[in-house]
């Protein structure tokens, strides 16, 4: 099994990556080339998708970073894990918005499935 702290890691520097360039090359350390990522307001396959999918949200989203949350657990090829939404560089600050993620692990030790959860967000 990987090791699922850094797995983690990969997967939220690249939502973070506001540079294409840099996020492009995220996304191919953390997703295999025909991943599928879903959550309530998407469901986008390979880098193309999922670039454009995190494209799109950090264009939403300006100002705020994700950031690793409580929960981070794993067996076999499953990881589950939560996350935090909030303001650039606010680590004590309340979270905007607070997800939970279930991911299918690709032996090379990237993510071939990701299915989101939004736990909170505003209202």
Known sequence: MTDTTALVQRYLAAWNATDPAARRE???AAFTPDARYVDPMAD???HDGVDALIAGAQEQLA???F???EVLD???DVVR???HLGPAGNKDGEPVVIGFDVAEVA???RLERVHGFLDRVPG
């Open 107 to 109: 032996g090379d030790g």
């Open 67 to 69: 950031s690793p949350g």
């Open 44 to 46: 986008v396959r390979g």
């Open 63 to 65: 100002g705020l970073e």
């Open 26 to 28: 995220a996304i191919a």
């Open 74 to 76: 794993a067996h076999h």
């Open 81 to 83: 894990f939560t996350w």
